[in-house]
């Protein structure tokens, strides 16, 4: 297959989906029968092809994948169009809880608590409804308790490759909203995070 035909097909997929691809997943919907490295190299010209011609759009790496996105200088006019719709956004003691779980994870509540001085239920159950984090085991200690971690939408949200490009804490941590580096419209998410029996803290 030419590399033309596979800059469409690729061009394409980043266009249709709202979550990035990795060149992982390309490589199994291309069957292997395109190398890594060709699919890194044709990703390569079609990000060059978008900034050449100075268009709105951009393909972006993020969360270890790829994905199409508005400049944010063209993110007003998203807004405007959404406009009855819902947008992700944090406040600000979301954002604190939120950096504290990604600079110390795995992390539990107690220790979420201990740092910040104060409850954080409520915060951590709004971060799990909006996949920002997720439960990833219990720490061997006296009850147990739930371990979180940041996800790939965490990733996506904050336009980041990897644990590697986050800012420091101090950084993180200062700002008084979150200003996602993709405006997305979201549809308001009508059911919440939704614990598993025997998943409640202190369990044994």
């Known amino acids: 297959m030419e590399k033309k035909d596979i800059g469409k097909i690729l061009e394409t997929l980043f266009f249709i989906t709202d979550q990035p691809v990795s060149v992982?997943?390309?490589?199994?919907?291309?069957?292997?029968?395109?190398?890594?490295?060709?699919?890194?190299?044709?990703?390569?010209?079609i990000?060059?092809?978008?900034?050449?011609?100075?268009?709105?759009?951009?393909?972006?790496?993020v969360a270890d994948g790829f994905q199409f996105s508005t400049k944010p200088a063209f993110s007003q006019w998203v807004r405007k169009l959404f406009k009855d719709r819902t947008t992700l956004r944090l406040s600000v003691s979301a954002i604190e809880?939120?950096?504290?779980?990604?600079?110390?994870?795995?992390?539990?509540?107690?220790?979420?608590?201990?740092i910040r001085g104060v409850e954080v239920t409520a915060v951590l159950e709004t971060l799990l409804e909006r996949k920002l984090i997720k439960i990833s085991g219990r720490k061997e200690t006296v009850g147990r308790p739930l371990l979180y971690v940041t996800t790939g939408e965490f990733m996506r949200y904050f336009g980041l490759r990897g644990l590697g490009d986050l800012p420091s804490l101090e950084e993180f941590a200062a700002s008084e909203t979150a200003t996602p580096q993709q405006e997305t419209p979201r549809e308001p998410e009508e059911s919440g995070y939704k614990e598993e029996p025997g998943e409640t803290e202190g369990n044994t």
């Open 24 to 45: 992982e997943q390309l490589k199994d919907i291309f069957d292997g029968q395109v190398s890594e490295e060709t699919l890194k190299e044709v990703i390569s010209c």
């Open 47 to 61: 990000k060059q092809e978008y900034a050449d011609r100075d268009s709105p759009i951009e393909l972006r790496e």
């Open 97 to 114: 809880t939120l950096s504290i779980v990604a600079y110390k994870q795995p992390v539990t509540r107690a220790e979420i608590e201990e």
